[in-house]
């Protein structure tokens, strides 16, 4: 596939990225300092979010899952650069209603805000594909999808859980740890998940970004695709904040920290 097509794919990642950060701007000038203000940036998290990962999906069909690794890990580094407080992730909220910092109906406000974020960006993307600029584009806009789930049903659920506790947990040592470089190793953490996990669950770990791009394809009824990208993910996340509070955990990775305390 010429690298001309791949520009494309470029071109579209990089104009969702800038419209997201002109919204945050817009909305940081424009909005009243509380839960509105904070609801808008989680919709414009998610919109960037789930508009890039749907074109991340045109460079994985044609590029491989090496170059998709590669976009994926350096707009992860981004995303921690440019979205603040918001996360576009469901069970961020989840695990604070768990730790007592937030309420069930400010989490709850928040989930909503991110899912209408995630979903509504779609006809932005369909319009974009619909425009066929490249061959990589051609048929997309309107073309029926495919669940990603390759595996058993609980095994999937499994993979997406594991994963995502992996990945909280990773989390959570690098920010208490304050490590150099703290947002590549990150990113380097969940992009390898990503990648271990692609051919067998799809790799999600978010259960906004999960919905956006595959709520309604064929090979999963919904029943599955909550199981699978909601429940799962959402209980690896849940168990990783009393997991990191355990002495075995925090002796084997905040060994150091706990030494100076």
Known sequence: MAIEQLGYSVFFIVLTSAIAAIARRVNDKL????LVKELIYEAIAAAELCGCCFELIIVADNFGVATYAVFLFTLTIWW???WGN????????MEQIVQGEVNFKEAALKIWAQLMGG????RYVQLYWWFELAETHEGRAF???????????????FIEGFATLCCRLASKVISEKDAKFGAFIDSFIGTSLVVAAFNYSGGYFNPVLATA???????????????????GSCAGAVLSVPLFKTA???NMFLADKAKTE
């Open 31 to 34: 909005s009243k300092e509380g």
């Open 80 to 82: 921690g650069l440019q």
């Open 86 to 93: 918001a996360t576009a992730c469901p069970y961020t909220y």
């Open 119 to 122: 979903c509504c960006v779609y």
């Open 143 to 157: 073309e029926e999808c495919a669940a990603d789930l390759k595996v058993n049903l609980y095994l999937g659920a």
């Open 213 to 231: 791009l595959k709520w309604g394809c064929a090979g999963n009824s919904a029943l599955e695709h909550i199981i699978v990208y909601w429940i």
């Open 248 to 250: 075995t955990f925090r």
